[in-house]
Every structure is written in C-alpha cells, then in structure tokens.
C-alpha cells in the first residue's frame, strides 16, 4: 500500500530534511498541522452490513437522536515514526456528532512525528466552531491509561479529558451552533482532509479502547434519549463499525477488531504500507 502523503505545511516549508527540531517547534508544528486537517469523518463507501470505510476515521460509532453523554478510555499507544523527514499524525479520542453531522464535540491525544521527532499531547476541540487546542497543563506519555467525557447539559457541552495514571485532568465547557447530538464515537483517526490527501499514519501497533483493557469502568459508554450503556449493547442497526483505507488504493490503513463480549471495549490495529 503507498499512503498519499501531504508536504510539509509552511510552518515547516523552511526545515531542510535532515533538520533537527526543537520538541517544542516540533510539537508547534503537529498543532498546527493538527488544526488545519481536523474534521468529520470522510466516508468512501457503506457496506451491506451498515459497516463503513473512511478516509480518516477507525473505530465505532453509534447513531441516534438526543446524545447527552459519550465516555471513553484508551492506553495511549506508543509510536514509530516511518520516516525522518515527513510529518505524522494520530489522534485517538471520543465525542458527540462528527458522523453524521457537520459539528463535532470531541477530546483526545494525539501522537505525531516531525522529521522524526515524536510528540504526545491531550486537546479538545468544538468543531467548526474553534481550531483544535492543547491541553497544555497535561503531560501525555506512552502507556498512559486515558478517560474521556463528553457531555451535554443546558445547551452547553462540558468536554473532560483525565490522565489516569499522573491524576491530572481538565475540562472544557461550551456551546456550539447547529450541534444535532445524533452520534457518539471512539475513533482513531489520520487527519484529513486537504483534496485526497491525508497525513500519514506513523505505526502506533495496536490502540486498545475501553474497560476490558483500561480497567476503568462505564468507559466506551454513551446515552442517548432511549438507551445508555456500552456502545455495543445500542440496537445493532445503530452500531457502526470503522475501517480506516486509503484515499488512492483503497487498502487498509486502521481496522477495529469486534467488541469485546459485553459491548464496552475494542482496539484499532495499524496497517502496514
């Protein structure tokens, strides 16, 4: 498989390749790189099973009308980057909308390589209505355990990310114009999209989702207007499983594995080009 890689945006257009970057230039530059490529979900094709191919997205997603919580918790996965002179990203995160909406309310990490500097950080965003910002008071490192909440109460949205394992945690409250809260998600995600191209994915083995691997419990959860529970235990007309393929070839870039047995956990696992 060969990934359509985007060019070094200008923040980095001056480097040269070989370049040795700074960590704070290096995490400067995944931001803003981040911010210009974040969005909703970009679908090629739905198959008979109600399972969907995406250009930028793996994982699940479950639809529905009147979302009021979504949960989440992931190991944060450690990366490799394939190359030392192409910029890299994955972000890894849960939120409302995005699927099939044109607003997302959403919290994450993101892992990222810049001439093969690689970089861990927590954000939040309310898309469209603001670019992507840095939780810049937490510290992300591989093998963190990561919890999620984003939740919706008096037409406002509180988007709370806590890393477990240092206890430090931050939430965000907000509203946003035209949000539908039709779907949840626990997505792994290649940001995308300028035309066909995407960022590549550096090789982040296998991300694992939910309680069964975290240990924390009600995570990969959400609730809507009549259900609550573990993302598989919806009605399974409403349950969506996300492979992530390439914009050119087709071929799989991220693919979940099914849901554990009771409903609340999975993993996504990187493909190699």
């Not at 009549?226 to 693919?255: C, K, L, R």
Request: with cysteine.
């Amino acid at each position: 498989m060969v990934l359509k890689r985007l060019g070094v945006l200008a923040a980095l257009a001056i480097l040269p390749v070989a370049a040795q970057v700074s960590d704070a230039s290096a995490k400067a530059a995944l931001l803003n790189a981040f911010r210009l490529q974040h969005g909703p979900i970009r679908i090629v094709v739905q198959h008979a099973d109600g399972s969907v191919d995406s250009t930028n997205w793996s994982g699940y997603a479950v639809t529905g009308s009147k979302f009021t919580n979504a949960t989440g918790s992931w190991i944060q996965p450690s990366i490799t980057c394939n190359s030392n002179s192409d910029t890299e990203l994955a972000a890894f995160w849960v939120g409302l909308d995005g699927y099939n909406n044109g607003t997302v309310e959403q919290t994450g990490t993101i892992a990222g390589c810049v001439n093969g500097s690689k970089q861990y950080f927590a954000w939040y965003e309310f898309y469209p209505k603001e670019a992507v910002q840095e939780i810049t008071s937490m510290t992300v490192s591989p093998g963190d355990k990561i919890s999620t909440s984003v939740s919706y109460s008096g037409a406002k949205f509180a988007l709370t990310i806590t890393d477990e394992t240092t206890g430090k945690s931050y939430t965000k409250k907000g509203t946003q114009s035209g949000a539908k809260r039709a779907s949840s998600e626990w997505i792994a995600e290649a940001p995308c999209c300028v035309g066909s191209s995407v960022y590549p994915l550096p090789d982040f083995g296998t991300a694992l989702f939910g309680q069964d691997s975290t240990g924390i419990a009600n995570t990969n959860d959400a609730t809507n207007k009549s259900h609550s529970g573990a993302f598989n235990t919806f009605p399974s007309g409403d349950v969506i499983a996300i492979t992530m393929v390439n914009a050119s070839t087709n071929a799989a870039e991220a693919v979940p594995s099914a849901p554990s047995s009771d409903g609340s956990s999975f993993s996504v696992a990187w493909v190699s080009p």
